[in-house]
């Protein structure tokens, strides 16, 4: 069993930038590919990046340019470093793990 929980969501102004950080915990090596996802209110969950164990990378189209995510795989830590802020990024941020475990969620709004 994998727990996954996220931390650095909050309320950043328009071009700020922000850090979301995951830590897993429980049967992590067997970890393949984990990811990051958002769901802004009425609307369904969309990815917006993962990393696999070779740190091959995606990212949506809307956030290539600006997001970055990482993997500390040793440590269980994934990160996302959010840059250039757009209001449409406000979500609902949810780290997955091999698309069957997620974590419960931190919020970012971005708002002047």
């Known amino acids: 069993q994998v727990q996954l929980v996220e931390s650095g969501g909050g309320l950043v102004q328009p071009g700020g930038s922000l850090k979301l950080s995951c830590a897993a915990s429980?049967?992590?090596?067997?970890?393949?590919?984990m990811g990051w996802y958002r769901q802004a209110p009425g609307k369904q969950r969309e990815l917006v990046a993962t990393?696999?164990?070779?740190?091959?990378?995606n990212y949506a189209d809307s956030v290539k340019g600006r997001f970055t995510i990482s993997r500390n795989k040793g440590e269980g830590m994934m990160y996302l470093q959010m840059n250039n802020l757009k209001p449409e990024d406000s979500a609902v941020y949810y780290c997955?793990?091999?698309?069957?475990?997620w974590g419960q969620g931190t919020q970012v709004t971005v708002s002047s």
């Open positions: 429980g049967t992590i090596s067997s970890i393949y590919v």
């Open positions: 990393i696999t164990t070779r740190a091959t990378t």
């Open positions: 997955s793990a091999d698309d069957e475990h």
